[in-house]
């Protein structure tokens, strides 16, 4: 297996955000530079999805404060998703970014993830790796918590993080602001923490 489906539902919907994981660099508004991968080339294909389980927000994100999304595959409902077309070597190095380390990582855990289904490589907040599906052939695969969304304290995601989203979600599926706004508005730690009018002001200047 030399290629897989990255699957992002987070601020990586956005394919200018996934750009600096894979270049290398600071992005707008982020408080985080990222070294980038050994491959730098750009994804050989892109996809829209939706799959089974469902977006939170949790923690304190040190790029770009507030909330951090996870993916819960126990979720109700679905989750919004791109699937970026890339190497075994560069969802490592992807994953490695997202946990603080340099890029470099042991490739075995993740052909074991695309095997079994699951395997986490330790307690970290993305080390713990999910296949969600397969499409032409090649396993989908995903980062995520090692627990359960009803396990911690729901967080609101700053301003700038949920803009990422917005902008991806528009860029991925093609939704206008009332389906990004709904959507998001829908996932723990986004409701409850922000109002309707706040978060539709939000997704209108993302989108402009």
Known sequence: MDL?????????????????????????GGLRTYPGCRDCRPPRRTVAALIPG?????????????????????????AAVRG????????????AQEMYR???ADLAGIRAAARTGRVTLGPGRYETLLRVGVRDGLPMLTFTAPGRAGDVAWTAPAPVYLGMLARGLREAHGWDDDRIAAYLAE???????????????????AGA
């Open 54 to 78: 469902g977006v939170y927000f949790a923690g304190e994100s040190r790029a770009w404060t507030g909330g951090m999304a996870f993916y819960d595959p126990e979720l109700p409902g679905s």
């Open 187 to 205: 996932r723990p730690g986004v409701r409850g923490h922000w109002s309707e009018v706040r978060l539709r002001r939000l997704v209108g200047a």
């Open 4 to 28: 897989l489906w990255y699957v992002a539902y987070g601020s990586n919907l956005h394919a200018a955000r996934l750009g600096w994981y894979l270049g290398g660099g600071r992005p707008p």
């Open 102 to 104: 340099p890029p470099g």
């Open 84 to 95: 970026y077309l890339v190497t075994v070597e560069q969802f490592a190095d992807i994953a």
